[in-house]
Structures are given as structure tokens and as C-alpha cells.
């Protein structure tokens, strides 16, 4: 960790105010923008993180910078992913003047995080951020298949979300995102964040993720079978899983034989089993099926 004397002099309310009205920028619901105000949240974001000397932080939608700052003195290199063009060019006037010392360690990327595909320089080895809510798990699911380097993660999210990443089957929440997030790492709820310390303050209140990555159940089937079946399991999370997974076994008789095969009570839902449980029912979709 850095000595006190060199630690960047993090954003509040005002500067953050300040900055975007220097910018003519206004946050926008379209990119899911809402700014972190509170120094505070900053440092315990970062400190729930756990990362260190040796981390390659790869942190999506920096916006104008509070989490960046806090980052940079206690990582080998942050890559920060931001969508807005005026957004990232600011992102390195502010890390300049804020940060000196620590402007080598930053890297600005202005791009899509769901169209990235590829890193220049160290491959990152953790993910911490506050995503932009309104693409959360897609961004999270995107990054975690594309960087296998990456073992831990720590995002702030909507609390809704939060509790959908981290729900175990048999949860009234657990659904494809559950599946699909723990078939990367072991997640688990890491705190709940209030409204105000965002400006503009959101409707909905956040919650943290951590994330540990793990290997995959062991299975044959590829991780696109595996979630092919998820889809299909909760399409229709009313349904039996025999019901549900007639459109992906060809038939209701073939459906059940799969799920039979696999272990699996064909009468039970898809919330009801966990993501190695879909790993083995991949393992034995019928040769007919689309």
C-alpha cells in the first residue's frame, strides 16, 4: 500500500460536480452512468477487493475517475474500459493532476466492454468495478469467458442483481445469471452501498459481488451446451424441467430420458439444481435435438 503522503486525492461530491460541469457532461441513463461521490465507498471498495502489487485491475465504465484513484497506488496496473469518449479522455487529465505519481500505471481504453476482446500488455488478473447497471451481467459474463486470467472480481451492481449473482439453487432469485456466474467462481454477496453516495443518486439501491474464479463442473460438454440448457431450463421457470426442455430435447419423451440419464428428477424446475447438474444434462442432450 502507498504511504498517506502519496495517496491521490480521491473525488467528493463537488469535485465530481465540478469535473462534469467543466465537460458539459451530464450522466445518462442509455450508458448506466451514476458517479461514486463518497471517498469513503471508494476505500472500502478497494479494500474488499483484496487486489495488490502484482494485480492487472481491469476496471470497466471508470466515469470520471473516483474508483480509478482509489486503484492505482495499490495495484502493478490499472486498465480502465470506459464507453464515452469525452469520459476516457478526461479519465488521464484527472489521474495527471489528482494522481502523478501513479499516471504510468493507467492504462484508458475507449471501448464497448462487450466488444472486447483483447488486452494490449499484462493480461488482467482481476475485475473491480461499478458497472454500468443497465448491462451488468452481460459485461461480467463477457469478461470472465473472455480473460481466463482474471480470479477475482469485486463490482457493485443493482442489489437485485447482486442477489441473482449470488443466489444458490433453491432460491427464490436464482435464475441464469446464478448458473452461469458459478459456473466461472464461487460469488457471494460482499456488502449493500446506500443511494447517496452516487450522483445522480439511482432509484434502486446497489449491492458488491465477489467473485473467486474456480475451474468449470467437470464435464464433456462445452460451456455454450451447458448454457444452452440453462436458457432453456429457466425460458419458462414455471414449467417442469421435462416441460422446459422439450424445445431443447426435441420432445417431451426425450427430455425426460435426458434428464433421467442425467440424475435428474424430470418433475423438478430449473431452480431447483445447481450448475453442475446442468453440465450433466448437457452431457446428454439427444442426438435429434435442434
Do not use: C
Not at 74 to 96: M, Q, R
Not at 205 to 224: C, I, K, Q
Amino acid at each position: 500500500m502507498a504511504d498517506d503522503a502519496s495517496q491521490p486525492a480521491l473525488l467528493g461530491s463537488a469535485e465530481i460536480r465540478e469535473i462534469a460541469g467543466r465537460l458539459g457532461a451530464r450522466p445518462t441513463k442509455t450508458l448506466g452512468q451514476n458517479f461514486v461521490i463518497d471517498p469513503n465507498t471508494v476505500r472500502r471498495i478497494v479494500r474488499t477487493a483484496e487486489v495488490g502489487r502484482d494485480d492487472v485491475v481491469l476496471e470497466v465504465g471508470p466515469g470520471l475517475g473516483s474508483l480509478t484513484l482509489g486503484l492505482l497506488p495499490e495495484v502493478s496496473s490499472v486498465v480502465a474500459v470506459e464507453i464515452d469518449p469525452v469520459l476516457a479522455g478526461e479519465l488521464e487529465v484527472t489521474v495527471a493532476s489528482r494522481a502523478a505519481p501513479y499516471a504510468r500505471v493507467l492504462t484508458v481504453v475507449n471501448a464497448d466492454a462487450l466488444r472486447l476482446t483483447r488486452l494490449d500488455g499484462p493480461p488482467p488478473t482481476a475485475v473491480v468495478a461499478n458497472l454500468p447497471y443497465n448491462v451488468a451481467v452481460p459485461v461480467l459474463l463477457h469478461l470472465l469467458a473472455t480473460f481466463p486470467t482474471v480470479r477475482r472480481v469485486l463490482v457493485m451492481v443493482q442489489a437485485e442483481v447482486a442477489d441473482r449473482l449470488a443466489a444458490p439453487p433453491g432460491s427464490k432469485v436464482y435464475g441464469v445469471p446464478s448458473v452461469k456466474a458459478a459456473w466461472y467462481a464461487d460469488v457471494r454477496r460482499a456488502g449493500a452501498v446506500g443511494r447517496s453516495v452516487f450522483w445522480p443518486a439511482p432509484n434502486v439501491d446497489s449491492g458488491l459481488v465477489a467473485m473467486t474464479r474456480r475451474e468449470p463442473p467437470a464435464t464433456t460438454a462445452t460451456r455454450e451446451e451447458v448454457f444452452a440448457v440453462v436458457d432453456a431450463a429457466f425460458a419458462q421457470r414455471r414449467k417442469t424441467l421435462r416441460a422446459a426442455l422439450t424445445g431443447w430435447a426435441g420432445s417431451p419423451p426425450a427430455a425426460e430420458t435426458a434428464l433421467r440419464a442425467a440424475g435428474i428428477d424430470p418433475g423438478a424446475r430449473g431452480e431447483a439444481i445447481g450448475v453442475a447438474d446442468f453440465a450433466r444434462l448437457a452431457e446428454h442432450r439427444p442426438a435429434s435435438g435442434p
